[in-house]
């Protein structure tokens, strides 16, 4: 499977942000690419690095039956590949950071919204998102299994393995992070372990570019199922990376051979409970 994650800035524009995504993902079809995943809130500005303690500002806010996602339904039946777009959606009253699983003949598989979230300076996310509703689940795609865990999702290791539990064997994390966030490498060493420890490749796409107090680093990355870092993209840089995948490394993967086979979920509960 080739996989194209767009690492895009996104303007002021959300007409415009739209065009160059599915100009980049035309260009990743040219290539040869069967996968393609944007980054979080990949078509718009990255509102929660504003304060809304007044409420979710919906009028921001899309609808799945809405523009956006109708212009990738139909860039997946014509390009035959598929597609996870992420947007700030709005279903009623709720407001969800979500994306969108859409298969290559263009049929909606289901939507993946962010579960956990978080509140912090530059990053008020409570102020605009309803926990997610849907938990973690694993798409049947037409080029293999594939899960999303939504940038803070990532950090929850009861997530990863979930996804590795339904059989995932691509987990794509869409992620706002920006430059100097963590200490330097600690993402890719995340990443690295649980496509480790759970046996499937993990594919972060990172959205790039100043927003007002916010730079975004880009650095989006694919690991294989031993944590073997693939392929990277540029600190800083709008582009599209393009990374081949064996499928065949997740049955072969040390987590689908020894570590899930030897599971005791029997006792996940009296460990959950210890005390110290």
Known sequence: MRIALVQQHCGLS??????????????????????????????????PQHACPQGPPR???????????????????????????????????????????????????GVTRMLHITHYDGFHE??????????????????????VAICYDRHYPEVMRSLALQGAELVVVPQAGTLGEWP?????????????????????????????????????????????????????????LLCDLDLRAVEQSVARRLFLRDRRPEIVGDLLGVRT
Not at 126 to 133: F, I, M, Q, S, V
């Open 126 to 147: 409570t102020d605009y998102y309803a926990p997610g509703d849907r938990g973690a689940p694993v798409f049947a795609t037409a080029v293999g299994r594939v899960g």
């Open 14 to 47: 959300r007409e415009d942000n739209l065009r160059r995504a599915l100009a980049a993902a035309e260009r990743a079809a040219d290539a040869g690419a069967e996968l393609v995943a944007f980054a979080e809130l990949g078509f718009e500005r990255f509102h």
């Open 184 to 240: 330097e490498g600690l993402y890719e060493a995340e990443l690295r372990v649980a496509a480790f420890q759970n046996g499937y490749f993990t594919a972060l796409v990172n959205r790039v570019g100043r927003e007002d107090d916010l730079t975004f680093a880009g650095e989006s990355f694919v690991c294989d199922p031993s944590g073997t870092v693939l392929a990277r993209a540029g600190t800083g840089t709008d582009e599209t």
């Open 59 to 109: 009028e921001l806010a899309e609808a799945i039956t809405g523009p956006t996602i109708a212009a990738f339904v139909r860039f997946a039946q014509r390009r035959r590949l598929v597609v996870l777009p992420n947007l700030y959606e709005r279903d009623g009253d709720a407001t969800y950071d979500t994306t969108v699983a859409i298969d290559a003949d263009g049929k909606v598989l």
